[in-house]
């Protein structure tokens, strides 16, 4: 290539190289990281307060970026910040990014992959969190000393509750925790003063050191089938009454796991075939009386039935516990409200002397159906919106409500 041409592709180059941006840029009142080649921008650190809404997409020099994460220590300190709306193409929540804010309620959306480590930490006014099935883990130190945090839905995408995640959430009084979860971290759920029962379901292996210590309300404690170890402290110093152990096998358990809980006089509820065992192995031997449990509800079955919900269990005689979240429910902030109509329903069953059964999840929705017309000539048709139950049965997805024939999408099923 001569000299002459190589000049000429140069100077062609030179344009394309100086339009990519990289660094930070105050829009809107937002400070952000552009980079522009990539189309994307994350929210810095400023001085925000009031009613802030996280837009979709910001315009610097001409090119459309993506809002895709919201950085660490964003939000940090914020005092005078009353409410947030996340955009949606946010992808990640960054470390502290709300820490010490007092926002009292958020909720994170569907495009959320990743919230690091301390992201809520001490926001004293948080009262409600929804989190989306989106969200893999509960990271350390999510909800750390929220005092007043007294709602919180935990889908079922989650498998780890990571350490200190919830420490110190004093009005929490119930907590569901999904059947995907596997681990439960150190200090997970210490000082949740609130708390008087807990379910561990069956898929938690492992839960760690004083997972739920100083929870000084809590009384009853159910641990699932598929637990292996039970670490130093997991629960200490409680005031316990009965403490169901579905494992056949002894998990392996440390002997101050109960420490300061006074097991001499709280009832071990265990399965027949392993009461033996339970008998001869520290420090479940300890427990004032050990009982063969009447086993454990059978999950309940949930259906809608002209405008009302209607739940079913094999076990007969049983208590229905349900909660049921409504996504419109909240504080909106923008000028044009998009409606979902939209349930999310979790259910139990509960009986004396039996455990509770396993937590299961639907979601009701509406959504208009076109009707089949053929043969209909000069009438009105009306086209009404249908009602919707989706819901996991013995891992499948059961889907009621909609006309034969119907095509569903996987990816609509697992949004909700």
Avoid at 239 to 246: A, G, I, P, Q, T
Wanted: charged share 15%; net charge negative.
């Amino acid at each position: 290539m001569d000299m002459k041409r190589l000049l000429l592709l140069m100077m062609t180059l030179v344009p394309i190289m100086a339009s990519a941006f990289t660094g930070e840029v105050l829009i809107d009142g937002f400070k952000y990281y552009i980079k522009t080649e990539a189309k994307t921008a994350e929210v810095r650190p400023n001085q925000y307060s009031g009613d802030i809404v996280i837009p979709d997409v910001v315009e610097y020099e001409g090119v459309l970026c993506n809002v895709t994460s919201i950085g660490e220590k964003a939000f940090y300190n914020c005092q005078n910040l009353e409410s947030v709306i996340i955009g949606n193409n946010v992808i990640s929540i960054g470390m502290n990014a709300f820490a010490r804010c007092n926002i009292k309620s958020i909720d994170i959306p569907m495009s959320v992959k990743g919230v690091d480590a301390g992201a809520f930490e001490m926001c004293s006014a948080l009262v409600s969190v929804s989190i989306p099935n989106s969200v893999a883990g509960i990271s350390p130190y999510m909800f750390y000393h929220c005092y007043n945090l007294t709602s919180i839905n935990i889908p079922n995408s989650v498998v780890l509750i990571a350490e200190h995640a919830f420490e110190r959430c004093e009005s929490l009084t119930a907590i569901d925790i999904p059947n995907s979860v596997g681990y439960i971290g150190k200090n997970a759920f210490d000082g949740c003063y609130g708390l008087a029962t807990i379910s561990i379901p069956n898929s938690v292996t492992t839960i760690d050191n004083y997972a739920f210590w100083h929870c000084n309300s809590l009384k009853k404690v159910s641990i699932g089938s598929g637990i292996e170890t039970i670490n130093w402290g997991a629960f200490a110093d409680l005031e316990l009454s009965d403490v169901f152990c579905h494992a056949e096998n002894v998990p392996n358990t440390n002997y101050n796991a109960f420490v300061g809980s006074n097991i001499s006089a709280t009832v071990l509820h265990v399965p027949s075939v392993a009461m033996d065992s339970y008998r001869y192995t520290s420090p479940w031997c300890d427990f004032g009386s050990i009982v063969s449990s009447k086993g454990q509800c059978s999950s309940p079955i949930i259906q809608y039935v002209e405008g009302q919900l209607k739940l079913f269990c094999d076990t007969e005689g049983v208590d229905f516990i349900t909660e049921i979240a409504d996504e419109d429910i909240k504080t909106h902030k923008n000028s044009i409200i998009n409606l979902s109509a939209t349930y999310h329903i979790s259910a139990y069953a509960r009986k004396e002397g039996y455990e509770d059964s396993e937590i299961v999840y639907a979601t009701l929705c509406w959504i208009d159906q076109e009707p089949n017309t053929e043969g209909l000539q000069n009438s009105v048709v009306q086209i009404g919106a249908v009602p919707v139950l989706i819901q996991n049965r013995s891992g499948q997805i059961v889907v009621t409500g909609l006309q034969e024939g119907t095509k569903i999408s996987a990816s609509m099923l697992l949004s909700k």
